[in-house]
């Protein structure tokens, strides 16, 4: 009996090593999702990040985006933050004026 539980321990003591060398062998680290996407101003980012501001973009698709993302936040409170947080003091998008409309797009 004793064998058997001998000869289950080296099973398992094999697999688990066959295990291991396959999560760990990779000369990749595994990715990580960094960035901090909470609030009003996360939600930005993270369409920032997610290349959503490669195209020019409406207050109102920005708006739209964000609730498809679960960020349900007020027009003023956006307009805002994309204006003054991101626009003027990070300057990391820039608004051009088409057709009338301001649009968000990420500065280049």
Same mark, same amino acid.
């Given at each position: 009996?004793?064998?058997?539980?001998?000869?289950?321990?080296?099973?398992? +003591?094999?697999?688990? $090593? %066959?295990?291991? $060398?396959?999560?760990?062998?990779?000369?990749?680290?595994?990715?990580?999702?960094?960035?901090?996407?909470?609030?009003?101003?996360?939600?930005?980012?993270?369409?920032?990040? *997610? +290349?959503?501001?490669?195209?020019?973009?409406?207050?109102?698709?920005?708006? *739209?985006?964000?609730? %498809?993302?679960?960020?349900? %936040?007020?027009?003023?409170?956006?307009?805002?933050?994309?204006?003054?947080?991101?626009?003027?003091?990070?300057?990391?998008?820039?608004?051009?004026?088409?057709?009338?409309?301001?649009?968000?797009?990420?500065?280049?």
């Amino acid at each position: 009996m004793e064998e058997e539980y001998i000869k289950k321990f080296e099973e398992f +003591d094999e697999r688990l $090593n %066959r295990i291991e $060398n396959t999560l760990f062998s990779t000369s990749e680290p595994l990715k990580k999702i960094k960035g901090n996407f909470s609030g009003l101003a996360g939600g930005i980012r993270f369409l920032i990040k *997610n +290349d959503f501001f490669n195209e020019p973009k409406t207050l109102k698709e920005v708006i *739209n985006e964000l609730k %498809r993302e679960g960020y349900h %936040r007020s027009i003023s409170g956006v307009a805002s933050t994309l204006s003054v947080t991101f626009t003027a003091n990070q300057k990391i998008l820039t608004r051009i004026k088409e057709e009338k409309t301001w649009k968000y797009v990420i500065r280049k």
